[in-house]
């Protein structure tokens, strides 16, 4: 079993609506969540930290539910731009700073 | 600055051949990571070092070998190229301040093994 799952979509989203999205972990280790960005053919990037119960920013916001093992990423008036891959990711309290990567959700946004 | 770099972008090996993939970073980052992304399984860690001339295995080391002999530089090795190492490599680098965990990734080396 994967470490971190996620729905690999794709969600398909029209401009300036809402989409949401989770990624369970099993390893209840896990102490630090990220979701990062991947666009096509590119490096993932760091999109937001989650490190307690969530947090947002600007038009996205991150939850995360220690007792069902699951974090959620919430986009509001989607963009364009916003078409990409979200990665979940998870760093245990045993890891030198390596992460358990999720195989991520795609999302594409339509005019 | 130009983050973390990795050289060469694209690269097309016979079986058997040999390749070393080059990860460069001007962050003064004291861990760096190698990783592969295939499709459907998210990105597997191959080798990492968490300081100059040291180094660890990752999830998926098998068919590679690593070396950190300076501190900016993270060097993976396919010592005879099989298919099932086709992949997009990426090299990652991080300081681990302030809890971030935030990793820096370069822009890939896509590996055909033919």
């Known amino acids: 079993r994967k470490e971190v799952e996620q729905d690999p979509g794709p969600f398909n989203v029209p401009e300036g609506a809402t989409v949401a999205f989770n990624c369970t972990y099993s390893?209840?280790?896990?102490?630090?969540f990220f979701w990062y960005r991947q666009d096509c053919r590119k490096e993932p990037k760091l999109l937001m930290s989650?490190?307690?119960s969530g947090n947002e920013d600007g038009r996205f916001t991150a939850q995360l539910n220690r007792a069902s093992q699951y974090i959620s990423l919430l986009i509001r008036d989607s963009k364009l731009s916003d078409s990409a891959t979200y990665l979940c990711?998870?760093?245990?309290?045993?890891?030198?700073?390596?992460?358990?990567f999720g195989a991520g959700t795609q999302v594409v946004v339509t005019p | 600055n130009a983050g973390v770099t990795q050289t060469p972008k694209f690269r097309v090996l016979k079986t058997g051949q040999s390749m070393t993939l080059l990860c460069a970073q001007d962050?003064?980052?004291?861990?760096m990571y190698w990783y592969r992304q295939d499709p459907g399984m998210g990105l597997r860690l191959i080798h990492y070092?968490?300081?100059?001339?040291?180094?660890a295995k990752g999830e998926v080391p098998d068919g590679y070998n690593v070396s950190r002999l300076k501190k900016q530089n993270f060097l993976l090795g396919l010592e005879s190229a099989a298919p099932s190492q086709t992949s997009v490599y990426f090299c990652?680098?991080?300081?681990?301040?302030?809890?971030?965990?935030?990793?820096?990734f370069g822009p890939g080396t896509r590996l055909t093994v033919t």
């Open positions: 990711v998870a760093l245990t309290t045993d890891s030198w700073g390596k992460l358990q």
């Open positions: 390893n209840s280790a896990s102490q630090s």
């Open positions: 989650v490190y307690s």
């Open positions: 962050m003064n980052h004291e861990y």
């Open positions: 070092s968490v300081g100059e001339g040291t180094t």
């Open positions: 990652a680098s991080n300081r681990i301040a302030g809890g971030a965990y935030e990793q820096y």
